[in-house]
């Protein structure tokens, strides 16, 4: 059975920073290309970044480029998001997605990715 595994969300204030966390079990990670997305309340989910199953290749929405890191660490099945100078508009519940793939690809649709965590609260107080 597959579960992704969120955490690290919370309340900061505008300019902070979070560290979310992904841990997956019950796939082979290092075989995962991975991704967050996030919701906030009455909008659609949104794509924030995506990573390959290596961790060389990444992209980023064009809202956090600079201000977010995504990175992996596969000997630990967990991959990460550093979430510095957080915005108001940051407010949102942030899920990681699994898809398994053979290539060197990441993806960044929401329906390329069959595997979803449960999210994570991110709140950013003005």
């Known amino acids: 059975q597959v579960q992704l595994v969120e955490s690290g969300g919370g309340l900061v204030q505008a300019g902070g920073s979070l560290r979310l966390s992904c841990a997956a079990s019950?796939?082979?990670?290092?075989?995962?290309?991975m991704g967050w997305f996030r919701q906030a309340s009455g909008e659609e989910r949104e794509f924030v970044a995506a990573?390959?199953?290596?961790?060389?290749?990444?992209t980023y929405a064009e809202f956090v480029k600079g201000r977010f890191t995504i990175s992996r660490d596969n000997a630990k099945n967990t991959l990460y998001l550093q979430m510095n100078s957080l915005k108001p508009e940051d407010t949102a519940v942030y899920y990681c997605?699994?898809?398994?793939?053979?290539?060197?690809?990441?993806?960044?649709?929401?329906?390329?990715?069959?595997?979803w965590g449960q999210g994570t609260q991110v709140t950013v107080s003005s």
């Open positions: 997605a699994a898809a398994v793939t053979y290539s060197g690809n990441y993806y960044y649709k929401g329906d390329e990715y069959p595997y």
């Open positions: 019950g796939l082979t990670f290092s075989n995962c290309a």
């Open positions: 990573i390959s199953r290596s961790g060389r290749s990444s």
